[in-house]
């Protein structure tokens, strides 16, 4: 914009838009500068991030332990074989 064109009342929006970014800016300097803040934030997400990952330690150890019912049939076959076998060759003798 040149200075003969501009009218009060485009001066006053561009002043009014100029405070505002100045009020942004300022604003995340002051935060940028906000240490407890800063830290406070970042300890919540990693509290977010161990929430998350216990909620998958224990689905996963949820699913490991319903697994030893299959071992233990799979253990009381094989063990019923063996005694099996071993009477058939006493059997035999």
């Known amino acids: 914009m040149s200075s003969d064109t501009t009218t009060p009342a485009e001066l006053?929006?561009?002043i009014a838009q100029t405070r505002a970014d100045l009020g942004e800016t300022a604003a995340a300097l002051a935060a940028k500068t906000d240490v407890k803040a800063r830290v406070r934030a970042r300890a919540a997400?990693?509290?977010?991030?161990?929430?998350?990952?216990?909620g998958t330690v224990r689905d996963r150890v949820a699913t490991t332990v319903r697994r030893p019912v299959p071992v233990a049939v799979i253990a009381a076959v094989a063990t019923?074989?063996?005694?099996?076998?071993?009477?058939i060759r006493r059997s035999h003798r």
């Open 12 to 14: 006053r929006a561009e």
């Open 80 to 87: 019923a074989a063996t005694v099996a076998l071993v009477l």
């Open 45 to 54: 997400g990693v509290a977010g991030q161990t929430t998350a990952l216990a």
